[in-house]
């Protein structure tokens, strides 16, 4: 096995992950109050249950990567915290495979499980705001400046000719 088939792995899914610390940051920043709340309907889960839902995501990706069975699920936090949270868990997961540690599962496998998930969730994040009436502006992410190792809340603002609405 080259060097380049144990690594480009691994720096791939930190590139996701710095991603998803964009993308959910977008999604969170500056949301009203209320909006942690929100019920789009009486079946849905609310964006305070689906960030706590993203950070237990990171969570057992972090536990996953360490070869460790588990997991959790959290009751969510205050919105302040629970956006703590994510960018902690964030940080924790990438400061992993940031690491020389040994992985206990493959990069693709965390990916197409947590990460994928994770990423989903941060969609239904940006939609609950538009219905909730706190729309965040939709952006051409192929151009967003996102750096592997960039996944805590001190995200680059979006460049204005990237946006739109």
């Known amino acids: 096995m080259t060097e380049a088939s144990v690594t480009a792995p691994r720096e791939f899914l930190r590139h996701a992950l710095a991603t998803l610390g964009y993308r959910c940051g977008k999604a969170v920043r500056g949301a009203p109050a209320e909006f942690a709340s929100f019920k789009a309907g009486p079946a849905t889960r609310t964006p305070a249950e689906v960030l706590a839902h993203i950070g237990d995501l990171l969570d057992w990706a972090r536990w996953l ?97 990237n946006e739109f609405d």
């Open 65 to 161: 990567a360490q070869g460790i069975k588990g997991g959790q699920n959290r009751k969510p936090l205050p919105w302040d915290a629970e956006v703590a949270r994510f960018f902690a868990e964030l940080r924790a997961l990438d400061d992993l495979l940031a690491s020389d540690a040994p992985l206990g599962n493959p990069p693709e496998k965390l990916f197409q499980g947590p990460v994928a998930d994770a990423l989903t969730h941060t969609g239904q994040l940006t939609m609950l705001r538009r219905l909730a009436g706190a729309s965040v502006r939709g952006e051409n992410y192929f151009r967003a400046d996102i750096a592997i190792g960039r996944v805590g809340p001190d995200q680059v603002p979006p460049q204005p000719e």
